[in-house]
């Protein structure tokens, strides 16, 4: 049986993000049955990024106006120097040609590593399904105590 | 034997405490016999709401001053808009019938959960027995070492 | 065989730093084969304190004044205060006379513990192996994988 490992991606920040796919993709290319469980402001790595129309209350809405939409707009948790840092750094990625965090997403995707919305977040934040890219799966955390309890590495970023 | 899990929260915010004790109480529903261990502003949650009477130092006390007393005053770690954002996610929590922070701790405790403070943070901060809620265990790093070493699921948070 | 523990040191702050090192310095007196990798703002914990010449991009360069130099100049994750904030947290650990973070670095190298730092994020950094400090490991996310593939403790701070 394959080894399992899980990452809890709870921050909403570039740099975490990045380095929550680098470990979920070295773990894929190590054979291991991977999982990631976005929640809280990780969710916001999985956002569309277009406007999506949705029918919710003002304080939801309030929510999503605020936090960014997608993978290629999340701050950093350092030197964010609004929105100058993740610049930067996006820049010193392509010089070095490290793979940019949607490519991380898609290479991850491509290994099979299952990306999971937290749906009890989903609730508190007011993120609708239709808001969320496609390909995902929605559980809470009984789901992710199942895999983490057979995981080898299980992380919280 | 119980599975064992064990989570190191670390963070003093109010999403982050969240989020441990989510996960605890879930692993502790699994059956799993679960240890939180408060270090840093995590000791924070667990301190009376009250203000104490202690004899400290002056830098103790600027902490005690500086720092949230307990689990209804802690901020978030993003979006806080000093102090808006806890509120925003409170009315939320509370329209979505999801527990409060004091009802998921109630919760853990009820299920057998283990709070244990860290004695040498504790020691750093300032912050005396008589300061934190009951029933609390009091220990170092060695014992957290010695549950995590057979814990199933370990996060620092 | 001795049983392994690892620590991705992410953050680059005094606090989370001396809570790495706490537990892999208990853990190596466990006897665990403990290693810490050190990744993006983690990095800064292991430069030189003096400015070291190097022949680097502007970008780099950039990166490399803003971020400190070393562990003795990192902040704090919370109540930093413009550096204050350390300053109490060092004069109150010297009261307890608890052991600084190079002191704790020290003891870490004594024990057997591993430094590894990350090589493509000192690359995204900008950080060359003479800014670092001697005897440290170099490595990707394919030898971190290797080690918490087989650790009992594994986290993400």
Request: proline share 2%.
């Amino acid at each position: 049986m394959a080894d399992k490992s899980t990452i809890v991606l709870f921050s909403g920040e570039l740099d975490k993000a990045i380095a929550a796919f680098i470990i979920a993709n070295g773990a894929a290319a190590y054979d291991h049955e991977v999982t990631i469980f976005f929640t809280f402001w990780g969710l916001n790595t999985l956002r569309k990024d277009e406007l999506v129309k949705t029918n919710k209350g003002l304080l939801e809405k309030a929510f999503g106006w605020m936090m960014p939409r997608g993978a290629d707009r999340l701050g950093l948790s350092k030197m964010n120097f609004g929105g100058l840092g993740p610049k930067m750094i996006k820049h010193v990625m392509k010089k070095h040609n490290a793979l940019t965090l949607p490519q991380l997403i898609e290479l991850a995707r491509e290994q099979g590593v299952r990306l999971v919305a937290c749906t009890m977040t989903m609730d508190l934040l007011g993120l609708q399904e239709e808001e969320l890219v496609d390909g995902l799966e929605y559980a809470g955390v009984a789901a992710y105590l199942g895999d983490a309890s057979n995981g080898k590495v299980n992380l919280f970023i």
